[in-house]
């Protein structure tokens, strides 16, 4: 069974940064595309950043790129979202995925199938 379990986020001021973690379990990462989304209150679920170690691949929305950084760690089984730079607007409940790897999973392209329960991420101006 995957499970996806997300830690770190928290509130910081604009400009600082902040380390989200989601703990993987019940597959490999070279199986498994992972990523991370937000929603912000009112707005749709957006795509913030996916990995896949099978494609060798990272994708990034034009919004974060050169402030966010995804990263797999296999000793510990975590792919950790590095943000740095943060901007009110990146205030959102952040998800951590999974999803068989594909050339679309690992660009974020396609719905993803296991999710963790979030975590808040607020950024005051």
């Known amino acids: 069974e995957v499970q996806l379990v997300e830690s770190g986020g928290g509130l910081v001021q604009a400009g600082g940064s902040l380390r989200l973690s989601c703990a993987a379990s019940?597959?490999?990462?070279?199986?498994?595309?992972i990523g991370w989304f937000r929603q912000a209150p009112g707005k749709e679920r957006e795509a913030v950043s996916c990995?896949?170690?099978?494609?060798?691949?990272?994708y990034y929305a034009d919004s974060v790129k050169g402030r966010f950084a995804i990263s797999i760690n296999s000793a510990k089984n975590t792919v950790v979202l590095q943000m740095n730079k943060l901007k009110p607007e990146d205030t959102a409940v952040y998800y951590c995925?999974?999803?068989?790897?594909?050339?679309?999973?690992?660009?974020?392209?396609?719905?993803?199938?296991?999710w963790g329960q979030g975590t808040q991420v607020t950024v005051s101006s």
């Open positions: 995925a999974a999803e068989v790897a594909t050339y679309n999973s690992a660009g974020c392209l396609v719905d993803f199938g296991s």
């Open positions: 019940g597959f490999t990462f070279d199986d498994y595309a």
């Open positions: 990995i896949s170690r099978r494609h060798g691949s990272t």
